[in-house]
């Protein structure tokens, strides 16, 4: 067993919880400040879509995270039970539109090694984000 | 997140600190909003104690820059640490936006 | 729903990681910085704790988390699934008796104003720890 | 946690950063084994960029302390932040042991 498993509220209150134990799991996982940080924009981006697109905004719903921790490997599983939205249509507006909003799945996929979107059995979604540690990069 | 108002000459400097994100947002957008209303420029966004910003701190910075846009004002940022400027790469905004060094030299003409 | 619960191993490398989701609870309840400081210590005891005495120091075995947070009161349950104690043989050495260890339970009942243990009904303990901020200690 | 070694004259300086728990003070009591060892006096514990030290941190010191006073060295702590020095006071080891305001003075004869 080398996973945290952890419910918080669909509630942007507890954003800053959720980077704090990522910070976590990127140290324990070995990760550089940098890269660190990279981690928790995209964790931030996903979690705040969750909020706001699978829950509409509601604040008492329920955001499981998954987080594993292995040497120079990030992996975090986002799970909702909310509102389904087909993969193949979350996406980022175009860059050079230049307007409010629609930069987050862009960043997340600048950012991480894997952003996967799964339905669940029960209903929502589970999104995956992974990331590998910079130098274990070339390596695997 | 904390943000700080102070006056240099014409320009509205806006010092932010903490973390900003959609929970914290909200609130840097109503002060931006104040200086929007009065119509000042420039407006100064002093980056320098953010620790942490996402998409929905660029949201509120966008909007920014439009509504200054709209009354012929100007909108500047300055103290974009290593991790900040990064961001703006990623979201290709380091060319939209006015990006200075110094707090003095966003404050200027 | 204002509370976050969280799985974690019972390996002394995850203790960081539980002081950072307990200072983020602190902070949404509003406690100062040194009341932080005094809970994030008996926490840390009361986890240490049960790793070494619950479950024998036994790293892979599973600590349930449930962090209440609302306004001016902390509340952390800490549950394990091992070795069940009757609480009143839970106690710290005497303080003139100078040895290594024997302290824990004596810095938590110090600092915070609940400290106690009850059995789980499918083994182990369930230990609350509870602060109220100093503030509103009086006015309770 | 990390631990930087120094010696000043016959003093052997342990420099510890971070946060000090029952999975890192192994690690302290290890690095402290070696001066006990060659009979070192005094032996300082500069806790000054401690962030957080728990029971076993403390336990280890009580360790060193009763391992130095078999040979008839001193142990000397200094650097203690408010919320270390509320912890030997919750402990009752503040009278216990020799706290120094700085690392100099807890250098010295
Ligand atoms: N968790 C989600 N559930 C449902 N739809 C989502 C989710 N995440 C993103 N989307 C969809 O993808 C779009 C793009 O998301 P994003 O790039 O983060 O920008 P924004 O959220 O600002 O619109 C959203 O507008 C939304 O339609
Ligand atoms: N979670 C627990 N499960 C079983 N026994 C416990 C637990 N916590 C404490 N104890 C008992 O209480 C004693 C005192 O604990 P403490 O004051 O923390 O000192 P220490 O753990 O260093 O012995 C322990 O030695 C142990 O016998």
Redesign the interface.
Known sequence: ?????????S???????V???V???A??AGFDP?TT??I??AV??AV?NV??HAYGGEP???IDLLLGTRPEHFRLDIVDYGHFVDPSKIASRP??D????G??V??MK??MDRVEYRPNAHGGTTLTLEKHAPAAKGSS | MKVTQETQGTAAIFIVEGQVDLHTSPELRSQLRTALNSRSSPLVVDLNAVSFIDSSGLATLIEALKSVGSYGGKLRLCGLNPDVRKLFELARLNEVFDLRTSRAEACGP
């Open positions: 067993m080398n996973e945290v498993r952890c419910t918080v509220p509630d942007t209150a507890y954003l800053p919880m980077r704090a134990m910070t976590e799991g140290r324990l940098e940080h990279g928790l924009l931030t981006e705040t909020i706001r008492d719903q329920r860059l050079d230049l307007r409010p909003g930069l987050g862009h960043l600048s950012i």
